[in-house]
């Protein structure tokens, strides 16, 4: 969790002491720290949560807790979860705007869009409410004048994904440098959908 947090700053996908990751363990999940340094992070600063809002360990949970307690809840298939201030995301989430089917590549989010979640205070039940519900069927999303949201089966695959999310903001923010980017309709975003399903699978090596 330390190597994959200290990723998120060195990729420029977050700054400082903002942003935050979780990762689903037997008794609840990990949680980094609130308003620490993740450079000077050491694995007894990580925060053991459970489900019912306590946790263990010597230092205070992040002040996103709830998002992160929620999305795990609700969406057994999720591993881990991963917050930023990503530059590109915050962006778009500023003026909420989510992010429409102007590249295929949206859909390794997990649908034919990415959606920005209504605002509401940060740490707030509000806001894990909305993150919830623009997670729907998804794997992420904006949040209103915030950041950005990615779920992953593991640590590895969600930053990976938030990685590309952010790409895809820089991507389509450029674009509307130029005027309105053209979108791909339902039906190839579909397609695209069933192709990614099997997509990078290597067949068994024989002998």
């Not at 996908?13 to 000077?40: H, I, K």
Request: aromatic share 8%; with cysteine; hydrophobic share 40%.
């Amino acid at each position: 969790m330390i190597t994959t947090a200290r990723r998120m700053n060195t990729s420029g996908l977050n700054q400082g002491t903002s942003g935050n990751l979780s990762q689903r363990v037997e008794d609840g999940f990990l949680l980094t720290p609130t308003g620490m340094d993740y450079d000077a992070l050491v694995p007894e600063d990580i925060v053991l949560m459970r489900f019912d809002g306590s946790h263990e360990g010597r230092r205070a949970p992040s002040s996103e807790w709830r998002f992160h307690r929620d999305i795990l809840a609700r969406r057994p298939e999720v591993g881990a979860v991963l917050h930023a201030h990503s530059m590109f995301c915050t962006t778009l989430a500023c003026l909420r705007r989510g992010i429409p089917s102007f590249h295929y590549m949206v859909t390794t989010a997990g649908g034919a869009d990415i959606r920005c979640a209504p605002y509401a205070t940060f740490g707030t039940e509000e806001l894990s409410h909305h993150a919830v519900e623009a997670l729907e069927g998804r794997k992420a999303c904006l949040l209103a004048n915030h950041g950005m949201l990615a779920l992953g089966k593991d640590l590895a695959g969600v930053f990976k994904l938030a990685v590309e999310v952010e790409t895809l903001a820089a991507m389509y923010w450029r674009a509307l440098q130029v005027g309105e980017p053209v979108l791909l309709d339902a039906e190839e975003m579909g397609r695209v959908i069933e192709k990614f399903k099997t997509y990078g699978q290597q067949p068994a090596l024989k002998g």
